[in-house]
């Protein structure tokens, strides 16, 4: 049998997407992510803010289905660091991904497997296509929160693993005022 | 090699995507599509409008990467039937797609090989998930251009033949001012 056609109602200015399924990751749940190990703990245990929200709407994991889901990215630094996503390369590492920028300002760390980063910067509008094979990481850059919408293969998976342990290449700091991405002090080739 | 990560700029105000393949549908394309024929006729040769245009990034056929375009579908009808998209069944017909609404008004014919029709209205903000088999044509129901975004499996490919011999099962028409969703005339099982 097919399945049925299916409509979800986006709110562009927070969001959200209706009956989708959410996924809190607060600044807890992202542990040895932040180079500046200090100002992390005091963080969490002064706040301990919500980093980012999913709202996501997944289909069983098949070749050829498609997944979709907002990221709402709030803003805030550990250390100099800005915000971001843990990032990830998909499980089946083939896999493409499309992004829509819709509010605030933010970029993508892009990385191969072996280590070479590219930083793309988003604002609305903004569509980036993630080929094959590059681990993806969201960062907002801004004062406002980051939201985009991203779509990818319904057997795409997540390897969350790779970057947990080495981290990306370059990472993205606020420094008089101004975003650089620099080299990531603690990565090893 | 790896393919190198790209971003394109969308303006959603008028749907269209930087540095990305345009295509234009006029009227005249559209032969056989309308139910009054006589109508048809008489548009073309009048002004011959163009009915959508599509901007799309595409990549090689290839089985988990993605393919995106806006389309730009303009207000107007022949004889009572609203404007629309050719509409396809995807060539690999297990392929599902995301739609994503983003301006104007207007609404999303689904349908089975065996005829099932579906009819989901769309406004900004509505994302729609096409799952494997339906085809799927977009119409404007309203009085400016319907924008909206799709994104589909890059080796989904097109089979517009079925739809050009046999139409949807539905129409959508005004009547008495109303959008009316109603059995195709013309539709042979
Ligand atoms: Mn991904
Ligand atoms: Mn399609």
Same mark, same amino acid.
């Given at each position: ?14 969001? *959200? ?26 963080? @969490? ?5 919500? *980093? &980012? ?7 069983? %994991? ?7 889901? =907002? =990221? ?5 630094? *550990?250390?100099?660091? +800005?915000? +971001? =996503? ?11 991904? @499309? ?12 990385? =191969?497997?072996?280590? %070479? ?12 296509? @993630?080929?094959? &094979? ?13 939201? +985009?919408?991203?779509?990818y293969p319904a057997d795409a998976g997540h390897d969350y693993g790779t970057i947990a342990k080495k981290g990306f290449s370059k990472i993205v700091i606020e420094e008089d005022g101004e975003v650089k991405v620099i080299n990531n002090p603690?990565?090893?080739?």
């Amino acid at each position: 049998m097919y399945k049925e056609p299916a409509s979800f109602k986006l709110d562009i200015e927070s969001g *959200v997407i209706e009956d989708s399924k959410r996924l809190v990751r607060r600044l807890s749940d992202m542990k040895g992510y932040f180079v500046d190990e200090e100002a992390w703990k005091e963080l @969490v245990e002064k706040e301990n803010p919500v *980093v &980012y929200e999913v709202y996501a709407v997944e289909q069983e %994991e098949r070749e050829g289905d498609l997944n979709f889901a =907002t =990221t709402i990215l709030y803003p805030g630094k *550990v250390g100099k660091e +800005f915000f +971001f =996503t843990k990032g990830h390369f998909h499980a089946k590492p083939d896999r493409a991904e @499309v992004y829509v920028a819709l509010k605030g300002r933010g970029g993508m760390l892009l990385q =191969t497997p072996e280590g %070479e980063a590219r930083w793309i910067p988003m604002e609305p509008g903004t569509i980036i296509y @993630v080929p094959p &094979y590059w681990a993806h990481r969201t960062v907002n850059t801004g004062r406002e929160p980051f939201i +985009f919408l991203a779509i990818y293969p319904a057997d795409a998976g997540h390897d969350y693993g790779t970057i947990a342990k080495k981290g990306f290449s370059k990472i993205v700091i606020e420094e008089d005022g101004e975003v650089k991405v620099i080299n990531n002090p603690r990565w090893k080739a």
